[in-house]
């Protein structure tokens, strides 16, 4: 069976003042429609770059990207990115923001009433329809990110690409999202890239977890499977055998493995 999304032989290089510095190496990745993968690596290695050329914001220098057997060269609603800070409008609502992203995508194609019910839909999805009116200064870190990943699971992406979408939350926050982000996976079964920092994120969350070496010239290091059934409750994975098994493995990896060595 092809791949959903094919990540073949990536390789990406920028020069800047006459030196080039190759930061991705051969990099291929093959997922499934419907998985849940995330990345993990030190700062810096070339994540979110990786996540810039599946999205189609960067070209590789190398090799390229398929999705269902389409190469990827530009940026496509079929591929919605939400970043760490949230990429809201400041003088839109939350509705509008939302709002702005369907219209785009469905604009021709569903009646204003179609798109009217569809964002609600959305936000009602990420427990903020409540909060339609307000403006993003008027709304915390947490319902921001929120409503980011409602604008971007509105466009009805095929892949719906996570840089590092929690890192800037207090704990209590980034645990109710993560739990909301499972719960929308589960209902949706649409397919995730995420970014993560975090091991135990990347454990809770994932199907699939690909580790990234060091760069310059990052790689796949090694990709592991957590074979946990879902639904998946934080509190029952403490004493599971298989949520430690994954967590000492990362953990090795990048601490044991492919220690982070501060650039000069
Ligand atoms: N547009 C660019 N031009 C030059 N160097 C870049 C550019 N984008 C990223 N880099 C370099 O690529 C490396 C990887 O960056 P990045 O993908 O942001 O890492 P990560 O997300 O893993 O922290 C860094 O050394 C960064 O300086
Ligand atoms: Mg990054």
């Given at each position: 069976?092809?791949?959903?999304?094919?990540?073949?032989?990536?390789?990406?290089?920028?020069?800047?003042?006459?030196?080039?510095?190759?930061?991705?190496?051969?990099?291929?990745?093959?997922?499934?429609?419907?998985?849940?993968?995330?990345?993990?690596?030190?700062?810096?290695?070339?994540?979110?770059?990786?996540?810039?050329?599946?999205?189609?914001?960067?070209?590789?220098?190398?090799?390229?990207?398929?999705?269902?057997?389409?190469?990827?060269?530009?940026?496509?609603?079929?591929?919605?990115?939400?970043?760490?800070?949230?990429?809201?409008?400041?003088?839109?609502?939350?509705?509008?923001?939302?709002?702005?992203?369907?219209?785009?995508?469905?604009?021709?194609?569903?009646?204003?009433?179609?798109?009217?019910?569809?964002?609600?839909?959305?936000?009602?999805?990420?427990?903020?329809?409540?909060?339609?009116d307000k403006r993003p200064a008027e709304i915390s870190g947490g319902m921001k990110q929120r409503v980011g990943i409602a604008r971007a699971l509105a466009m009805e992406p095929k892949i719906l690409l996570l840089d590092e979408p929690f890192g800037a939350l207090d704990a209590l926050t980034r645990a109710h999202l993560q739990d909301q982000v499972m719960e929308i996976h589960a209902r949706l079964n649409n397919t995730m890239i995420m970014i993560t920092h975090d091991v135990d994120e990347a454990v809770l969350l994932s199907d699939r977890i690909v580790m990234m070496t060091n760069g310059p010239a990052a790689t796949i290091g090694e990709v592991l499977t957590v074979a946990l059934a879902r639904p998946r409750r934080r509190l029952e994975l403490v004493d599971n055998h298989e949520y430690n098994r994954c967590r000492a493995a990362v953990l090795e990896f990048l601490y044991a493995r492919n220690r982070f060595v501060e650039a000069a």
């Open positions: 069976m092809n791949p959903y999304l094919k990540i073949d032989h990536v390789g990406i290089s920028f020069s800047r003042a006459g030196a080039t510095t190759e930061v991705l190496r051969d990099v291929t990745l093959k997922i499934q429609q419907g998985e849940y993968v995330s990345i993990i690596g030190h700062s810096g290695c070339g994540k979110s770059t990786l996540l810039n050329i599946v999205a189609g914001l960067l070209r590789a220098s190398t090799g390229g990207v398929l999705l269902e057997e389409h190469e990827v060269d530009e940026p496509g609603p079929d591929r919605a990115v939400v970043f760490q800070n949230h990429s809201l409008l400041p003088w839109l609502t939350v509705y509008e923001n939302v709002a702005l992203a369907v219209d785009k995508v469905f604009g021709g194609k569903r009646s204003r009433a179609e798109r009217r019910e569809w964002i609600m839909e959305n936000l009602a999805l990420v427990n903020m329809a409540h909060a339609k």
